[in-house]
């Protein structure tokens, strides 16, 4: 009940789908009603295509998002506390942030192909951005005294990254996670759009270029979907993770 | 022990009209398939990322279009690549050409109509973009200057003339059969007016691959052969509409033209129309897109087409 | 100075250079040695730079001009030989009372079941046993602090800098922790460097009181409070009430004089902005 | 300065103020250090660009050398071309960017105050973020039509969820006492919000703001590039459509530039706003 | 109970409940009613309760059982008549000592001039004066403290609580900020509720104190302290310190207690743990 109600926006997001469709407010051709993408929905599921392809995307995304996390975490940690890092490395992640990264294709395939291994360089690179923003900013933001704390107990350097600045930089290096993720299913979709042989990025590309925007909505909205309960559960975590918050 | 089977990589850009995505679909006729090669498609957004992948090893056949075939050779400097054979034709007697259509109770009832005008285009420098280019200058029309193109898939090409955010655009196939849009909207010019009959898209692979896997690669054309004419076989019509709805999530209904006079000229024999190639890469320089024209015959290897099919009688 | 010298502070100077606005002269030209196993305590006005005094010889903030040496050897790094008990807890907010106690055991490499009987015993000394799970959040200000002294204290430092760590205690819970303090410090070799703003205590604790000028901060005065024996009625004694009283002076004319420094730089500026 | 400096605490001793000098001229090479070593690290990449590209590995193709690129941005500024699709470029992505963060802050400080705003826009948010909006072009062609008001549409929708998920995430961690003591003054809920909470929660905004900038600047390259139009997106994108690797490593270039030069201002942004904050006091 | 009182507290609990553990009952059936203009002092070992009664008197925590009326009027928010000095400090980071004394004026709609002007007077009579416009990260913990007063006293509550507010000041400067709180208290008609560890300061300041026990906390006892003049000599004279030491029995029994309960508390925990 309460999470029926919780999630009514949700519904009203959809009757106002359905409305703006059957009242051809747009083009049916261009929108067509969710009722309609939802019979696609169960096709392609039926037809195996949506398990195939997601195995294949799921699997690109998450490796793309765990580099990212553990990556450009770690990077932004460290540039936030050794100097030297900091200045001689910033400037080039810098340099990299506002790059489109699909524009760097012809340059990632010269190191990994076409393959999974390009789709997931592109995932990377681009959920780096959030991840270590967030913790370059948690970090150099991190008490003092509970720096000077720790150290005082002994712990070197590399200790006290992970005993002090990793849990006071966690508000923002979660919310830069909680970015990435979200992140990580749009990139996926683009980097799949450009060249794949399968994922969810091919079958929007292919269904679209067919014109049946039934399907291509169904796969749309599953990855949509699929984003929204990764943020849910993503969200719990945080709450556990920071429970000593008052 | 054998060798292991020749991967070849071929690429295709939409489903149904390039022969690649719906080979598999009858890989039980490929006699050759896993023996001397295996063939795996791969989907391409457009041709442009297909020159990157040729040029990096990372596709062995390219769907290139007369339009891209100038801008590999010459941009991307691969002056080995050569036409193996043929995927469809445009503007072949009988066939379906690609038509430019307007309002029926639009503004436009001729070419000149539209200066100042908004114009769509599924990208530039396509082959039908090429084509309406060229039959907008025959009327003292340049692009940017007199009219403005916009680009836009072709699925929704039907709503932004119907919304009046457009005033011209190409139909293709599947979409030209659109019942709204034959209700609606009438054909301002076709293709064939504009540029005649043309070779629109053809396989190409590179020198250096072709000699090193000659045999595999006869192989593969001969199956591609067996399964060409297996679609084009009129006793076959329905379970290809059928192959075609379960591809494209339609009913099979939508697919009464598919492979038949309704449909693209495809070569039977696979066999490339190189003169019309000749001309359509002369057009396509002549409008800029290319900086020089080239001999298409010596980038072309029609040895390997001609054998298979020669093995097929 | 000499090799019996513990910890050797030689003209230091500390400067703090905020991002924006004007530098701020801490401490200026200030030499200081403690002996091993001293009890020395610090007492100066508000803002005279006791605080800083002490990040400096835990290694916290650069030595700049002068040097500081501990033990021999020039301090360039904190180090678990010197242990601090900071002004505000510095507690880590995500650990609860026991984790937070049972960090610095951790570090040292003690062996789990060791660690968890020191950890509960020093919970028990501050008298916080019945809020070993509880976040620093949820915890008083007294009890914050008595959290942050049995941290320090577990994990059993030679040096211990302790920057007015009962200040937030009454003064029943004060004269126990006082006691206790006293008793570590003499089962074990410990040198304790003791900031406090109660002279009493200050007299009761130390065997010298170290006064400290108006910001900038010098030592001003160093007076021997080493008495015979600490037995409770010694807070009345008579030898007691006068050190306390000579000490009360010498700081009350340095807070007058921060006053008036403050006063004066205020005239000065007035007119110019 | 030295000199005022050392009246300042003239009650200091002649040795500091020598030591005074001595660090502040430390401190000026530092800075020129850290500038100079952000350059040192752009050159050595290049450096490195050009002898890859020209060691014979790869084709001018795959990658030209910069030298290459440089003379095509060269063309390209004083032929004007360059400026105008800069300009137009970054009036997408500035003014989506500008809309994203205002209107993010703004959604972020209501969902925050009101339990009806948060449980409408709540899952929404969570829905909408990661649908990939690439596939309602044609829906967002018909409505919002093919020029600004589309592609800056796409951009804000992009860029908003990380500011609004970063002043959702600062506000939840402001501390109480904070609010209590604004409640105290007197403050009302609205000052509360604008004067204690939102100032509170400011690092965490700043930063939901870096990461928006980046992502307001690329989403608005793509959109240019999926749908057309002037900018350095389609720019990039009609060098792309002809194989014209110098026009598309100039264009990837070009956006490296324009990005660092706005997260940097965005940087410099973050310093002053933070000045009284723990990470711009000095770094030992 | 009567209209004369300006704050009633009547059969208040408190209990915490942390999103995870088991709750904390930190005041238990508290009743104390304080009368306009009276300076009253709370005592009670680390932990009873004291900051948690202000939070409830100011407004800031709900009155979950028992009442609180404050000039007749339920408490339900806070507001700007009951001033506030947290134990803690709290001052806003991002303002500078300045506009952290100047943000209760402003929200009081003071014109600007008169509001500079009081903000001035208030720095002066802490002593931070040259420190205006250092932001909290930049003072020393006795300079926190005296901003915090400032800022409270300076939007002129009717009535204060402080949560021991002198705390972390220097001997002089307490005495110093003492005497300038008794006159501001004398000139303005002020009721104050003074919590403080010192029971000197208790006795000294004023004219009734009562002490809370140990957790969960009550008022065990209320003592009349008011003296009929507060001369410099006062501190020595025999009614002053049997005053104090009576009231000094009675918080080292609750202290006592205190240690004793949770000793207690452990014992019963061990074995079922
Ligand atoms: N981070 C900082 N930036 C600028 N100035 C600072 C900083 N920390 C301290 N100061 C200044 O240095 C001086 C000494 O500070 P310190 O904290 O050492 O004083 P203290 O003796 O410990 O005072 P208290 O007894 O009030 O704690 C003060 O005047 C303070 O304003
Ligand atoms: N947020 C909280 N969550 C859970 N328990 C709390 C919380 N705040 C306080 N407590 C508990 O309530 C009791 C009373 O706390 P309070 O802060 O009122 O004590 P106090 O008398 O002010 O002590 P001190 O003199 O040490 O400041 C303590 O036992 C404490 O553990
Ligand atoms: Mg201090
Ligand atoms: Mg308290």
């Known amino acids: ?246 | 022990a054998r060798a292991e089977p020749l991967k070849i990589r071929g690429a295709w850009v939409a489903p149904l009209a390039n022969l690649s995505s719906v080979w598999l679909q009858k890989k039980d006729l490929a006699v050759h398939f896993g023996q001397s090669y295996v063939f795996e498609p791969v989907r391409y957004a457009g041709t442009p990322p297909m020159i990157t992948a040729i040029a990096n090893n990372e596709l062995e056949i390219g769907n290139l279009a007369f339009s891209t075939l100038p801008i590999a050779i010459e941009n991307a400097g691969m002056d080995d690549i050569r036409v193996i054979s043929d995927d469809f034709q445009d503007g072949v007697l009988g066939y379906v050409s690609n038509d430019f259509q307007v309002l029926t109770d639009g503004p436009i009832k001729k070419i000149e109509d539209l200066k100042g005008k908004v114009v769509a285009t599924n990208s530039a420098g396509a082959g039908v973009d090429v084509a309406m280019r060229a039959m907008l200058r025959k009327h003292g029309l340049e692009a940017n200057r007199d009219y403005t193109i916009i680009e836009a898939p072709f699925p929704g090409m039907k709503s932004m003339l119907m919304e009046k955010k457009v005033d011209l655009i190409p139909a293709v196939l599947p979409f030209m059969l659109d019942p709204e849009l034959k209700k609606n909207a009438h054909s301002l010019f076709d293709m064939k007016a504009a540029i005649g009959r043309s070779q629109f898209v053809m396989w190409s692979a590179r020198k250096p691959f072709i000699d090193a896997h000659r045999a595999a690669l006869v192989d593969f054309l001969e199956d591609s052969l067996r399964i060409l004419h297996w679609y084009l076989d009129p006793k076959n019509h329905e379970a290809a509409a059928e192959i075609a709805s379960q591809l494209t999530k339609q009913p099979p209904e939508r697919f009464g033209w598919i492979f038949t006079k309704d449909d693209y000229y495809r070569d039977s024999n696979l066999m490339p129309d190189l003169d019309a190639l000749q001309k359509n890469v002369d057009m396509t320089r002549d409008l800029g897109f290319a900086r020089a024209s080239f001999d298409v015959k010596a980038h072309s290897d029609l040895s390997l087409i001609q054998e298979a099919a020669k093995r097929l009688k | 100075m000499d090799g019996q010298s513990q910890i050797i502070i030689e003209r230091v100077n500390h400067t703090y250079r905020p991002p924006r606005g004007r530098p701020v002269l801490a401490l200026s030209d200030v030499s200081l040695d403690v002996r091993p196993r001293e009890f020395l305590a610090l007492l100066g006005p508000s803002g005279c730079g006791k605080s800083t005094l002490l990040y400096l010889v835990g290694g916290f903030l650069p030595t700049e001009t002068g040097r500081i040496v501990v033990k021999g050897k020039p301090v360039t790094a904190p180090g678990p030989d010197r242990g601090i008990v900071f002004q505000h807890f510095a507690l880590f907010p995500w650990k609860s009372v026991r984790a937070n106690i049972l960090y610095g055991l951790e570090r040292q490499r003690m062996p789990r079941a060791e660690r968890e009987r020191r950890a509960q015993a020093f919970i028990d000394l501050v008298g916080l046993s019945g809020f070993e799970d509880s976040y620093p959040s949820q915890l008083s200000g007294g009890m914050k602090q008595r959290t942050a002294i049995a941290r320090t204290l577990a994990f059993d430092p030679d040096i211990l800098l302790m920057d007015e760590p009962f200040g937030a205690l009454d003064a029943q819970t004060r004269a126990l922790m006082q006691t206790e303090l006293l008793n570590i410090w003499k089962r074990t070799p410990k040198t304790v460097i003791f900031v406090t703003h109660d002279v009493q205590e200050a007299v009761y604790l130390a065997e010298r009181v170290a006064v400290m000028s108006a910001r900038p901060g010098r030592i001003k005065a160093i007076i021997e409070t080493k008495f015979d024996d600490r037995d409770p009625g010694l807070t009345r004694s008579k030898e007691f009430v006068e050190k306390v009283d000579e000490l009360w002076n010498l700081v009350r004319e340095e807070a007058i004089k921060a006053q008036s420094i403050k006063a004066q730089e205020n005239q000065e500026k007035k007119p110019s902005s | 300065m030295v000199a005022a400096m050392a009246r300042l605490d003239d009650t200091a001793s002649l040795a500091a103020a020598e030591a005074q000098i001595s660090r502040d001229a430390a401190r000026r090479l530092d800075i020129a250090f850290r500038g100079g070593a952000g350059i040192f690290s752009i050159l050595v990449l290049l450096i490195a660009w050009e002898i890859f590209a020209r060691s014979g590995k790869v084709t001018a193709f795959m990658l030209p050398p910069f030298s290459a690129v440089a003379e095509r941005i060269y063309a390209d500024a004083i032929g004007g071309e360059l400026w105008r699709n800069l300009w137009v470029t970054m009036f997408r992505a500035i003014t989506g960017f500008a809309i994203a963060a205002v209107g993010g802050i703004a959604l972020g400080a209501v969902m925050a105050r009101s339990r009806i705003v948060r449980w409408f826009f709540d899952p929404i948010i969570s829905v909408g973020f990661p649908m990939p909006k690439i596939a309602f072009l044609p829906i967002i062609i018909l409505w919002l039509g093919l020029y600004d008001v589309s592609k800056i549409s796409i951009v804000v929708f992009d860029a908003i969820f990380p500011v609004v998920t970063a002043t959702l995430a600062g506000l939840a961690g402001v501390e109480k006492e904070l609010i209590w003591s604004g409640r105290n003054m007197g403050a009302s809920e609205r000052e509360l919000m604008w004067q204690v909470a939102l100032p509170a929660a400011l690092p965490q905004i700043l930063t939901g703001l870096q990461v928006a900038l980046p992502i307001a600047l690329i989403v608005a390259i793509i959109a240019e590039m999926a749908m057309g139009g002037y900018g350095l997106g389609g720019a990039m994108m009609s060098a792309s459509r002809f194989a014209d690797s110098r026009g598309v490593f100039a264009g990837i270039v070009e956006i490296a530039i324009v990005g660092y030069a706005l997260i940097k201002a965005m940087a410099l942004i973050r310093r002053r706003l933070l000045v009284w904050h723990q990470e711009t006091a000095e770094r030992h």
């Not at chain 1, 009757?15 to 083009?27: G, K």
């Not at chain 1, 890092?85 to 524009?103: I, R, T, W």
């Not at chain 1, 923003?133 to 000077?148: E, K, Q, T």
């Open chain 1, 1 to 246: 009940m309460r999470a029926t109600l919780s999630y009514l926006p949700l519904v009203l997001l959809a009757v106002a789908w359905e409305a703006i469709a059957r009242l051809n407010l747009v083009d049916s051709s261009a929108l067509p009603p969710l009722s309609k993408v939802g019979l696609a929905w169960v096709d392609l599921i039926r037809g195996g295509e949506l398990v195939n392809n997601g195995a294949a995307s799921l699997y690109r995304g998450s490796v793309g998002l765990l580099l990212a996390v553990l990556g450009g975490g770690g990077l932004g940690l460290c540039m936030a506390r050794w100097r030297l890092l900091d200045v001689f490395v910033n400037p080039l992640v810098e340099l990299f942030y506002p790059l489109p990264k699909s524009a760097l294709i012809p340059v990632t395939v010269l190191w990994l192909g076409f393959g999974d291994g390009s789709k997931i360089l592109l995932i990377f690179l681009g959920c780096m951005i959030p991840v270590t923003i967030g913790a370059y900013n948690g970090a150099r933001g991190s008490d003092h005294a509970l720096v000077w704390s720790a150290r005082s107990m002994g712990a070197n350097r590399l200790r006290m990254m992970w005993d002090v600045v990793v849990p006071s930089a966690l508000p923002e290096l979660l919310n830069g996670i909680r970015t990435a993720l979200a992140l990580a299913f749009i990139l996926l979709v683009s980097s799949e759009l450009i060249v794949s042989q399968q994922g969810f990025g091919y079958l929007i590309g292919y269904l679209g270029s067919t014109g049946s925007y039934e399907g291509m909505y169904a796969v749309v909205l599953t990855v949509a979907f699929l984003g929204f309960a990764a943020d849910r559960i993503y969200q719990l975590f945080i709450q556990w993770l920071l429970r000593w918050r008052d």
